[in-house]
């Protein structure tokens, strides 16, 4: 059942998907790599897929945080409140996919029911959630500072020794840069090849947030 579902979904079967959909559960489907079935679809750009597993509801704890709904959130953290900081099987948190696809009100409430963002991502980046919310340039103000608040520290790096600053700064994501300024972030920390924020915003023509870095 799970590979034909994944079939459906790369061959954009609605049909074929909804009925299969019918027989799911799909907070425990996940292809060989992780994926939930939503993810893999959204993922790999089958988009009418992915809107139609959307549509059909029921989707797992990591999924509904990703798609902003609260109310499902809600209901598995009521139901098993120990999921809220579980990875996925393909390496995120919650907060991760709130934060990436700026899920404002699935991330502000995860950090109110106790979500911890200091949690690593086991994923390629290997990254915090402020990380990916940098990276995502999703996320609204009010919900990125409030994240922010939660890491605790602005200059924490991910594996890779970006701090979110610098993510921030090499994306264009001005919004995220103020925040992160105003909690404090060190303009002046350097990656081992001696990049600062301000040098990866100017490699990637952010020459307004370069000089403000500077």
Not at 35 to 64: T, V
Not at 146 to 151: M, P
């Amino acid at each position: 059942m799970t590979n034909r579902l994944f079939d459906l979904a790369k061959a954009e079967d609605l049909d074929g998907l909804a009925a299969a959909l019918a027989r799911a559960d799909l907070t425990r489907i996940h292809n060989d790599a992780g994926e939930s079935l939503y993810r893999f679809a959204l993922f790999h750009g089958h988009a009418r897929a992915a809107e139609a597993i959307k549509a059909h509801g029921g989707l797992g704890f990591h999924d509904a945080a990703l798609v902003n709904d609260v109310a499902r959130m809600d209901g598995l953290l009521d139901s098993a409140p120990w999921v809220i900081d579980f990875l996925s099987p393909d390496g995120w948190t919650a907060l991760h996919l709130a934060g990436f696809f700026g899920s404002d009100a699935a991330l502000e409430r995860l950090l109110a029911r106790g979500a911890n963002a200091r949690i690593m991502g086991r994923a390629f980046e290997q990254n915090l959630a402020v990380h990916a919310a940098c990276a995502g340039r999703r996320i609204g103000r009010a919900a990125f500072a409030r994240l922010v608040a939660a890491t605790g520290d602005p200059d924490a790096p991910q594996k890779q020794g970006y701090t979110a600053l610098m993510i921030a700064a090499g994306n264009g994501f001005a919004v995220a840069v103020d925040v992160l300024l105003e909690a404090g972030a060190n303009r002046a920390f350097k990656l081992p090849d001696g990049k600062t924020a301000a040098d990866l915003a100017r490699e990637r023509d952010h020459l307004e947030l370069a000089k403000r870095l500077e």
